[in-house]
């Protein structure tokens, strides 16, 4: 049974750091282009930050130059490091393939506030 976990939310004032992580079981996450996503109420589920199969990393303009993808096959996670957090940044954090989805975890709360 694949089962996605995040981890490492939390509340934080702006411009601080978290680190987020997503831990794999049921699955290689290595053989994924793996994705970040967040979700705030009423709202659409957006990416923000992708990685592929070697380690390219994108990201939408709204993180760019604030959030970091990582991966590590060994301990099958995949990071997101997000720092100089806005409260925009606000939202459920998940983490699923790109392009072949796998069951969605239940996030992990980023709540960005002073």
């Known amino acids: 049974q694949v089962q996605l976990v995040e981890s490492g939310g939390g509340l934080v004032r702006p411009g601080g750091s978290l680190r987020l992580s997503c831990a794999a079981s049921g699955t290689i996450l290595s053989i994924y282009v793996m994705g970040w996503y967040r979700q705030t109420p009423g709202k659409k589920r957006e990416q923000v930050a992708r990685i592929t199969n070697d380690g390219m990393a994108n990201y939408a303009d709204t993180v760019k130059g604030r959030f970091t993808i990582t991966r590590d096959g060994a301990k099958n996670t995949v990071y997101l490091e997000m720092s100089n957090l806005k409260p925009e940044d606000t939202a459920v954090y998940y983490c699923?393939?790109?392009?072949?989805?796998?069951?969605w975890g239940q996030g992990t709360q980023v709540t960005v506030s002073s």
């Open positions: 699923n393939s790109v392009v072949s989805p796998l069951p």
